[in-house]
């Protein structure tokens, strides 16, 4: 048994990061080696001396959508709206507060009561909803909102903030925030070193900030969040290890699509479909070898890879000095390489 209380920490509120720093990669980068058990600390922008030619940096380039919405009911109620995804011509969705929704109930737009919805029918968690028009990308860019985290305080922050540079389809409901860090520049400068960019896609759902409730970690039931990793850059992963590259995973969401399709196959190929895999110390890596993350909260999934990753003892460590040092945490944060 593995006890979720051990993945609790004491985290001061203030070094919750509320916006980003710019230039992005100026960011504190801290830096573990898993093998001599030591850190040190570094910015990001000095990544590149950590990486060699012939390594793969492996970036999820799914893109945030603005995917909150305010609706109320015909009879006034106000309820608000969060699109997870696409599920034929229904979205499923959190509807909130929802101890009174019920199917067949239309729930109209605040903006513009011409947009209309019916509720159709409750899932576990989540409801699924009929748009009575076209959801097409105007419509998210014209009415919806942000869905930033909760623990971000400021709500006027652009959508172009918490997105990473190289986003290219739209889907996530959460920023994979590890990416934050690059610039262009940056990343032109590791591809010239001779490191090879590739992208998977994974769309981040709204489980990801919600923290471990049970009391064995092995109890807890992981969010499905659909991912694709395509042919081609499967190859390449496969290509660059053969010759003794290692692959960079930037963020928690690249390293499930990589180790969920090499669990199924033993290998990597090309798939899409949804993962629940959940990560945690025991966990046996097939691919990743190197992982760029940011500090996550206490008690999360998010955490728990990273602890199974770096291993406990060394992360929760890490941790403590992270705090100590007055580093930044969560989404807007500042990040770490584990190699």
């Keep these: 048994m593995i006890a979720t209380r051990d993945f609790d920490f004491t985290l001061p509120p203030e070094l919750i990061a ?48 603005k995917a909150r919405f305010f609706t109320r009911k015909t009879t006034g109620g106000k309820v608000e709206v969060l699109f997870l995804r696409l599920r034929g011509e229904f979205w499923e969705v959190l509807l909130h507060p929802s101890s009174r ?3 067949g109930q239309e729930l109209l737009l605040i903006n513009d009561p011409d947009y209309r919805f019916v509720v159709r029918e409750r899932l576990r968690d989540t409801w699924l ?21 909760p623990y971000i305080k400021e709500r006027n922050i652009p959508l172009k903030d918490y997105q990473t540079v190289y986003a290219r389809e739209w889907g996530s409901v959460a920023a994979p925030t590890a990416g934050l860090h690059f610039t262009p520049e940056l990343l032109q400068k590791l591809q010239k ?63 499930r699509v990589l ?36 500090f996550h909260l206490p008690r999360s999934t998010l955490f728990m890879l990273v602890c199974a990753f770096g291993g406990t003892d060394l992360v929760k460590s890490a941790y403590r000095e992270a705090i100590e040092k007055r580093y930044r945490f969560y989404s807007f944060g500042d990040a770490m390489f584990i190699y």
């Design 129 to 149: 909803l009929e748009p009575l028009f076209s959801t097409d990308q105007a419509f998210f860019e014209r009415f919806g909102e942000v869905p930033l985290p």
């Design 193 to 255: 070193q001779g490191v090879t960019l590739l992208s998977v896609v994974l769309h981040v759902g709204p489980g990801t900030f919600r923290p471990v409730k049970v009391e064995r970690v092995e109890d807890h039931t992981m969010h499905r969040e659909w991912f694709r990793l395509d042919s081609p850059v499967a190859e390449a992963i496969l290509d660059a290890r053969q010759r003794g590259g290692r692959v960079v995973a930037v963020g928690t969401t690249t390293v």
């Design 101 to 103: 929704i019920h199917p």
């Design 18 to 65: 509320q916006r980003p720093v710019y230039p992005r990669d100026t960011s504190r980068l801290m830096v573990l080696d898993r093998q001599k058990k030591t850190w040190e600390h570094r910015h990001f922008f000095e990544l590149g001396e950590y990486l060699r030619s012939g390594d793969v940096l492996v970036v999820n380039e799914s893109k945030v959508l």
């Design 259 to 294: 180790e969920a399709v090499w669990q199924k196959f033993g290998t990597l190929r090309g798939f899409e479909g949804e993962t629940d895999l959940f990560i945690y110390p025991g966990f046996h890596f097939g691919v990743t070898d190197a992982l760029i993350t940011n």
